[in-house]
């Protein structure tokens, strides 16, 4: 079992930046992907970015260039740095460990 944790959500204008953060506990040595995906009132949730155990990173188009995924193996976390945020981004945000564990998300809200 992998339990992940949001935390980092909130308010934000457009045009600003936010930095989430996923801890996991558990059997973390099973973890072999980390991400996060986000899910907008009345939409399917939706890839964001994943990393994996070597680094590799994979964004999705609407995140290319302004968002960046890390990870700190060290701290068992993953980040997700969001600049240029637009209305659009808002959503909650969840993480995921193998996109197979989930945790509960964190409310990301880009408006004026």
């Known amino acids: 079992q992998v339990q992940p944790v949001e935390s980092g959500g909130g308010l934000v204008q457009p045009g600003g930046s936010l930095r989430l953060s996923c801890g996991f506990s558990g059997s973390i040595f099973s973890i072999v992907i980390m991400g996060w995906y986000r899910q907008a009132p009345g939409k399917q949730r939706e890839l964001v970015a994943t990393i994996s155990s070597g680094g590799t990173t994979n964004y999705a188009e609407s995140a290319k260039g302004r968002f960046t995924i890390s990870r700190d193996n060290a701290k068992n976390t993953v980040y997700l740095q969001m600049n240029s945020l637009k209305p659009e981004d808002t959503a909650v945000y969840y993480c995921?460990?193998?996109?197979?564990?989930w945790g509960r998300g964190t409310q990301v809200t880009v408006s004026s």
């Open positions: 995921t460990a193998n996109l197979y564990y």
